[in-house]
């Protein structure tokens, strides 16, 4: 292995400073037993206690959490779908109109996403709350998911079906024992990316969360605008680590099947 | 006993009834109509692009002919999806399902069809000693070599013991010598099995090794249906001829004869003479096809009724037979082979030297297109 030389050393400690610093802030922070932010008065864990005490964050917390685990689910079966269909099907009419549009939503910027669901909820009457950011989660996620299924589904030979179908598979059948497992990495990728832009978004929760739900990015973002709390520190801190338990838990899965399958 | 193609009285097990298959405008099987028989061993030759795969594939089932009908076993299986026929298919990529064992790849026919774990067991044990494959029934198959995967292909499209097996450039993937076993081992195992092979090439040594009959396709067409050494000995055009193995053409006129035709060839060159029992008018354009191993060299002018006279252009040493390409006045050039039967450094006629070709009045076959 050739050693660091030091300008190397230099541009790895500048980039991840760069990159890590504020979160590290942040994180220690969290643990500051004062009040005021950005002076350190000791260690102190008060900041997580009272956080549990917090009504207002954790019904913001159960909410975002339910509207991921539900919005991914279904954005992943929708996508998946839809990037079968767009992948697999035969030539027709309008094919690739079709999955052009299916990709538009990755660049629609989200303010607009959000407003024309808002409109669209207000025009058909559906009150606001868990089941709009559910809808609203699933319609812009959804898309990402067909993404990242359909390269998969474009590099998987289709001749795999044929042999399903030709030893006796019904079509759905053939999609469930051969398709299904051979995509399954493509597809638990799109799942905790949809779980994960649900998780974070600020823009169209806002537009469509209504006032018996608010999600933690909403949450967060209110009570930031009244002053930076310890508390919040706290809870970003918390948030870090379950992400990174989430991105270090699926790197390890898909080492472990790289090696398997070597 | 008689070749079932050659009994009127046989029972086809598929007949192709003025099969059409369109793809846009494009035709890719143009009103074909075939009988293949039971216990055949039959190969589908052609080009690239001349509709014997699409014929393949309407037989399992994943395309539908746009017009005519497909029986097995004297029934229309046209409407039938794959799934539900009795006819499997060996895939020319495999098509092993990456994530299940050898043992469950071989399995995942029978288990669909619901078979008691105990004959399924025992069907698998069959199947792995038929193909050799025992030792390898843990293992994946991105764990196994290419010809191993080749057989595990085999049998998996065999376990179920369909009525027919379908073959799409089972060899395709392997290297020649590696090819040259498996084809035997394929004969081997289609005699074992008493199951009728269909099978897909456009290697015409694989189709001559392996198939009791030939069908020649040429854009959506069979240009000619026989037993290998038929079309080998009498092809029924100029196309079936160049296709199969190496052949000299002589364009001419025919003049009828009492036992076949004479040929006039070139200008001032004497006639050329050919037995054969199509009649031609006299003066019809037409071909004679004569194979380079049927012409012999000689130094000196041979007592024969057919001879011409060249120098040598070309000599293709490939061993065991050495191919000479010899340049004829009128500007033709012929290439005739010999067997080298003795040392290289023995070797009679070398680059430019004047030899003499000929030929005896059965060598060619006289083809009217």
Redesign the interface.
């Known amino acids: 292995m050739r050693r660091l030389t030091w300008f190397n050393t230099t541009a790895l400690t500048f980039g991840f400073a760069f990159l890590y610093l504020p979160v590290v802030i942040l994180v220690v922070y969290s643990f500051n037993s004062s009040r005021l932010v950005t002076v350190w008065a000791g260690f102190s864990t008060k900041w997580y206690f009272e956080l549990l005490q917090n009504q207002l964050f954790i019904d913001a917390a159960w909410v975002t959490l339910r509207v991921a685990a539900i919005s991914s689910t279904i954005a992943t079966i929708l996508g998946t779908m839809a990037a079968y269909v767009l992948v697999r099907s035969a030539r027709f009419y309008g094919r690739t109109l079709f999955s052009g549009m299916i990709y538009a939503p990755l660049v629609m910027p989200e303010v607009i996403t959000g407003l024309s669901l808002l409109l669209l909820f207000i025009g058909i009457g559906l009150d606001r709350g868990l089941v709009t950011i559910i809808l609203a989660h699933t319609t812009f996620s959804m898309c990402f998911v067909s993404v990242v299924v359909s390269s998969r589904l474009a590099n998987f030979d289709r001749s795999l079906e044929e042999a399903a179908l030709d030893l006796g598979c019904t079509p759905f059948h053939a999609f469930c024992l051969v398709t299904l497992p051979n995509i399954a990495p493509a597809v638990i990728a799109g799942w905790l990316l949809a779980f994960s832009l649900s998780l974070d978004d600020l823009v169209i929760a806002s537009f469509t969360a209504g006032p018996s739900a608010t999600t933690l990015p909403i949450r967060i973002w209110s009570s930031v605008r009244l002053g930076v709390s310890p508390e919040i520190n706290a809870l970003s801190t918390l948030l870090i680590a379950m992400v990174s338990i989430g991105v270090i838990t699926a790197a390890l899965i898909s080492k472990r099947n790289l090696l398997r399958q070597n | 006993m008689v070749d079932p193609w050659n009994d009127p009285d046989a029972k086809p097990l598929i007949s192709f009834q003025n099969v059409t298959k369109s793809f846009g405008s494009f035709l890719a099987v143009d009103n074909l109509s075939l009988d293949i028989f039971e216990k055949e061993f039959f190969a589908l030759l052609g080009p690239s692009g001349c509709g014997k795969t699409t014929l393949l594939r309407m037989l ?3 395309e539908a002919p746009t017009s005519g009908s497909i029986l097995l076993a004297n029934r229309d299986i046209t409407p039938i ?3 539900k026929r009795t ?3 060996m ?3 495999y ?5 299940l064992s050898v043992y469950d790849n071989i399995a ?2 029978l288990r ?2 619901k078979m008691p774990k105990a004959q399924l067991a025992s069907r698998v044990d069959e199947m792995l000693t038929l193909t050799r494959l025992e030792r390898f029934a843990n293992r994946r198959p ?1 764990q196994i070599s290419g010809g191993q995967r080749q057989r595990v292909a085999l049998a ?2 065999l376990a ?1 013991a369909p009525k027919l097996l379908l073959l799409d450039e089972p060899m395709g993937a392997l290297d020649k010598k590696l090819r040259q076993e498996t084809q035997f081992e394929l004969v081997d195992i289609q005699e074992k099995t008493g199951t009728t092979f269909v099978i897909v090439t456009h290697d015409q040594e694989e189709a001559m090794t392996v198939a009791t009959r030939v069908g020649v396709m040429n854009e959506g067409q069979l240009v000619q249906v026989e037993a290998p050494d038929v079309i080998y000995e009498n092809p029924n055009s100029t196309y079936v001829a160049s296709f199969l193995g190496q052949i000299n053409l002589i364009e001419g006129r025919a003049t009828p004869t009492a036992s076949g035709i004479d040929l006039v060839w070139a200008e001032g060159q004497p006639r050329l003479h050919c037995k054969t029992d199509v009649v031609f008018s006299s003066g019809q354009r037409c071909h004679l096809a004569i194979r380079p191993e049927k012409i012999m060299i000689h130094a000196e002018e041979p007592e024969s009724r057919n001879k011409v006279c060249g120098t040598v252009l070309d000599i293709a040493y490939l061993g065991n037979i050495s191919t000479y390409h010899v340049e004829l006045i009128s500007g033709h050039v012929i290439k005739a082979q010999t067997t080298n039967d003795r040392r290289i450094s023995r070797r009679s006629f070398t680059w430019d030297d004047s030899v003499w070709l000929s030929w005896t009045d059965t060598a060619a076959v006289a083809l009217a297109n």
Do not use: D, I, T, Y
Not at chain 2, 95 to 99: G, K, M, Q, R, T
């Open positions: 399992a089932g994943f999806p794959p799934n006819v499997n298919m895939f020319q990529s098509a092993l399902f990456p994530h995942f026919g669909r069809q991105h998996r499209s179920k």
